[in-house]
């Protein structure tokens, strides 16, 4: 049985930092893809920055790049995203999502591939 577990800190200061943890279970994050999503309040759930099954890779939102880092720990199988400079409109529920689909960096962006997902963990990033 594959299963994802967000953890993070839950509230914090614009501008602050936080890093939100994803636990895998049942699936290697040494060969599967992984990716974080969010979803805010009214609207639809959005690509924020994804990990490539073969680690060197990694993929951005505009909304995020340059203030986002997402890295594998393939010894405790999880993948962080190191959220730097928070902003208040960072405020979503984020989840991250394994993919075991191989191809070119345009795809990991698309919700359609990632075939399990955790249950997601509240950012709240307060001005």
């Known amino acids: 049985q594959v299963q994802l577990v967000e953890d993070g800190v839950g509230l914090v200061q614009a501008v602050d930092s936080l890093r939100l943890s994803c636990a895998v279970s049942?699936?290697?994050?040494?060969?599967?893809?992984i990716g974080w999503f969010r979803q805010a309040p009214g609207k639809r759930r959005e690509f924020v920055a994804a990990?490539?099954?073969?680690?060197?890779?990694?993929v951005y939102a505009d909304s995020v790049k340059g203030r986002f880092a997402i890295s594998k720990d393939n010894d405790k199988n999880t993948v962080n995203l190191q959220m730097n400079s928070a902003k208040p409109e960072d405020t979503a529920v984020y989840y991250c999502?394994?993919?075991?689909?191989?191809?070119?960096?345009?795809?990991?962006?698309?919700?359609?591939?990632?075939?399990?997902w955790g249950q997601g963990t509240q950012v709240s990033v307060s001005s």
């Open positions: 990990v490539t099954w073969n680690s060197g890779d990694t």
């Open positions: 049942g699936r290697s994050v040494s060969s599967n893809s």
């Open positions: 999502a394994a993919a075991s689909i191989r191809g070119t960096r345009s795809i990991y962006s698309r919700e359609d591939i990632y075939d399990y």
